[in-house]
């Protein structure tokens, strides 16, 4: 079973700096699709970075040039490291698996992340 395990989130001041990671689990991620989204309560889930099986980046407007999303094949891990962060990027954030060749889609419980002064 693929399993997706968030972490890294918590406080943080504005402009500072974060790193969540994601850990997979049951599957190779080599060939997948791995994004990160956010989501406040009540509200819809959003894209914030998505970086494809060959390395290929695309980032939501709002977090260009802040956040960058990277991955490591080999220890099956996927890395948002968000700099300069807002009092808006407050938000669960969800790391995502995806491979539509294999048909599958994955999701993570999710982590908060706070921009707080």
């Known amino acids: 079973q693929v399993q997706l395990v968030e972490s890294g989130g918590g406080l943080v001041q504005p402009g500072g700096s974060l790193r969540l990671s994601c850990l997979v689990s049951?599957?190779?991620?080599?060939?997948?699709?791995m994004s990160w989204y956010r989501q406040a309560p009540g509200k819809q889930r959003d894209l914030v970075a998505t970086i494809t099986s060959g390395g290929s980046t695309n980032y939501a407007d709002s977090v260009k040039g802040r956040f960058t999303i990277s991955r490591d094949n080999a220890k099956n891990t996927v890395v948002l490291q968000m700099n300069s962060p807002k009092p808006e990027d407050t938000d669960t954030y969800y790391c995502n698996t995806e491979n539509r060749e294999a048909g599958y889609n994955y999701w993570g419980q999710g982590v908060q992340v706070t921009v707080t002064s």
């Open positions: 049951g599957s190779s991620i080599s060939r997948d699709y």
